[in-house]
């Protein structure tokens, strides 16, 4: 019996009908891991990846193939919780874990609550990376972007190194009403008056000292990580030698959840293979109502 020889066409032919019918299946892809997407961010977000960055793993295997990622302010214990529930393993925060800057660990190994908290996260496989001087080394910076999205001030912010708005005449007052309706945080407090006539804004970073060359060219001044004792006490006696001048101080979380939102939208279309959600830290203060 001779054996027929197959063209090129008539092989195309009949491996695409054994694949149709199902006798061979078609390779299926690896999960992404942890490690790959990190990679893939970097080369996306087209920043310096400094060498003294706090931007690392925190905890977890680079390796572990992720299924879902969460995008957070901060990997709280409640949002580790809520990303597990969500079927993401990997969360990528942009503040610490573990309550320090470096998130050093070797002093917490008998504290009860980082035990409970890294039990948590390795009974369920969880990965969690730190991405704070990548997105705020962006052009623009992504964390400040969010903000000025979620707020409607794009339109307000003035070219330049500082991060400064015109705004429509208004009272600060207003501005702190706004930020606690869109920012949805009820920690607002306010050194300076309230019904103040204001027009420029600008954001500081840890302390008004650091922006102080900007407060006689600008009304009000926005913080949302301070350091109290060098802020609110230098409005105050500049509000108090006559100045007409105002400082808004908001929980951390406030300005920059929008920014972790935000890195969650750039994130989908770099990773269509995994599913990208953003898992608010919340506010974490409570004010109490005092009967007067």
Partial sequence: MTIP???????????GGVCAGGGLAPAQKAPLTASQIIER?????????????????????????????????MATLDVLQRSAAAGANFVISHEPTFWNHLDKTEDLRDDPVFQHKRAFIEKNRIVVFRLHDGLHACKPDMIYLGWDKLLGWEK???????????LPPTTVEAIARHFASLLKTRSIRLVGDPKLKVSTLALAGHNVLDKQGMMPDCDVVVLFEAWERN?????????????????????HESGEEAGMDEFAQWLR?????????????GDAFWIPKINR
């Fill in 5 to 15: 020889k197959l063209s090129r066409r008539d092989f195309s032919r009949l491996a």
């Fill in 41 to 73: 961010i970097k080369q996306r977000l087209g920043v310096k990846w400094g060498p003294n960055t706090v931007d690392t793993f925190k905890i977890g295997d680079p390796e572990t193939p992720v299924h879902g990622i969460a995008s957070t302010f």
């Fill in 156 to 166: 307000y912010l003035v070219p330049g190194p500082h991060h400064q708005f015109v």
């Fill in 231 to 251: 802020s609110a006490e230098f409005v105050h006696d500049l509000v108090l030698s006559g100045g007409k001048r105002a400082m808004i101080l908001t929980a």
């Fill in 269 to 281: 279309p770099v990773v269509p293979e995994v599913p990208v959600k953003f898992i608010s830290a």
